[in-house]
């Protein structure tokens, strides 16, 4: 049985091991950008909400200059 392990792989076998590492490699990294854009998803939000307010002083700048 042990001697099985280490016998070359067929080229099906090679074929079918490299598409199962490249499926996990694949979902592996959907998995880490999913959690990466749930963490940014909040900051997303500030940034927005930052520039909101920096707009809305700018127009109230704009409509009382300054002398």
Same mark, same amino acid.
């Given at each position: ?9 067929? #080229? /099906? =076998? ?11 490699? &694949?979902?592996?990294? @959907?998995?880490?950008?999913?959690? #990466? /854009? =749930? ?11 930052? &520039?909101?307010?920096? @707009?809305?002083?700018?127009?109230? #700048? ?6």
């Amino acid at each position: 049985m042990l001697k099985r392990l280490f016998t070359p792989l067929t #080229l /099906v =076998n090679q074929l079918a091991l490299i598409v199962l590492l490249a499926t996990i490699i &694949g979902v592996a990294g @959907m998995a880490i950008s999913a959690r #990466l /854009v =749930n963490g940014v998803q909040g900051s997303a939000h500030a940034i927005n909400k930052a &520039g909101s307010l920096r @707009m809305q002083s700018y127009r109230l #700048l704009a409509a009382n200059p300054a002398e």
